[in-house]
């Protein structure tokens, strides 16, 4: 099983900065895929940003330009760099990668618990 485990949600008043962090452990084998996807209250899942194994990164509309997604091989982790935050950019993040196990033939998806990101006016 892998675990993912999200930090660096808080509190920030609009205009602020903000980075994510989500470390990936467990019995992994290779990740392929990582994404960051957030929901705000009332609204549907989205797609904030992803990124390959190769580090093609694709974003949403709404924050492209503004947030920027990475990621350390080496630590299993991916990040989200937030600039310029945005009060509705408040909602919970999750993190997510398409990894293998060594029980696994194909890349299966595992998601984070969630971070809460706050943005106040």
């Known amino acids: 099983q892998v675990q993912l485990v999200e930090s660096g949600g808080g509190l920030v008043q609009a205009g602020e900065s903000l980075r994510l962090s989500c470390a990936a452990s467990g019995s992994i084998v290779s990740i392929n895929s990582m994404a960051w996807y957030r929901q705000a209250p009332g609204k549907q899942r989205e797609l904030v940003a992803s990124i390959t194994s190769a580090g093609s990164t694709n974003y949403a509309d709404s924050v492209k330009g503004r947030f920027t997604i990475s990621r350390d091989n080496a630590k299993n982790t991916v990040y989200l760099q937030m600039n310029s935050l945005k009060p509705e950019d408040t909602a919970v993040y999750y993190c997510?990668?398409?990894?293998?196990?060594?029980?696994?033939?194909?890349?299966?998806?595992?998601w984070g618990q969630g971070t809460q990101v706050t943005v106040s006016s």
């Open positions: 997510t990668c398409f990894a293998q196990t060594p029980a696994d033939l194909f890349f299966r998806p595992y």
